[in-house]
């Protein structure tokens, strides 16, 4: 399996930029996939999955971020617009073996757990300045 990330760049603050992934050797459809992102000194944070439906976001970036997955293409995207200095970070692309769930009171949405997923890209650069 191989992800590979591209569209990382550096951008303003309030611009927008899509990020992609690109896998061979694995199906984007009907698993979990997701983008995490980490900064130096700091643990690597889930911030987006999905599977086939609904996807999950980190509360940072809802509203304003979108996963998407072309199957076509076998390739995961993330728009990411109202970029702020914050959201500066190297970002991840990462997969699982199958479906990989958080549940809480009945309810189940795509995990945002690092521990969730199998393979990881190599990371994208996104800079944003103010």
């Known amino acids: 399996v191989q992800l590979v990330e591209s569209g990382g760049g550096s951008v303003q603050a309030g611009e927008s930029l899509r990020v992609s992934c690109l896998a061979s050797?694995?199906?984007?459809?009907?698993?979990?996939m997701g983008w995490f992102r980490q900064v130096p000194g700091k643990e690597r944070e889930g911030v987006a999955s999905?599977?086939?439906?609904?996807?999950s976001y980190a509360d940072s970036v809802k509203g304003r971020f979108t996963i998407s997955k072309d199957y076509a293409k076998n390739t995961l995207y993330l728009q990411m617009n109202s970029l702020s200095p914050e959201d500066t970070a190297m970002y991840y692309c990462?997969?699982?073996?199958?479906?990989?769930?958080?549940?809480?009171?009945?309810?189940?949405?795509?995990?945002?757990?690092?521990?969730?997923?199998?393979?990881w890209g190599q990371g994208t650069q996104v800079t944003v300045s103010s």
């Open positions: 990462a997969a699982a073996d199958g479906v990989r769930t958080y549940c809480r009171g009945g309810n189940c949405s795509p995990s945002l757990k690092e521990d969730d997923f199998d393979y």
């Open positions: 999905v599977i086939e439906g609904s996807p």
């Open positions: 050797g694995y199906t984007v459809g009907r698993n979990s």
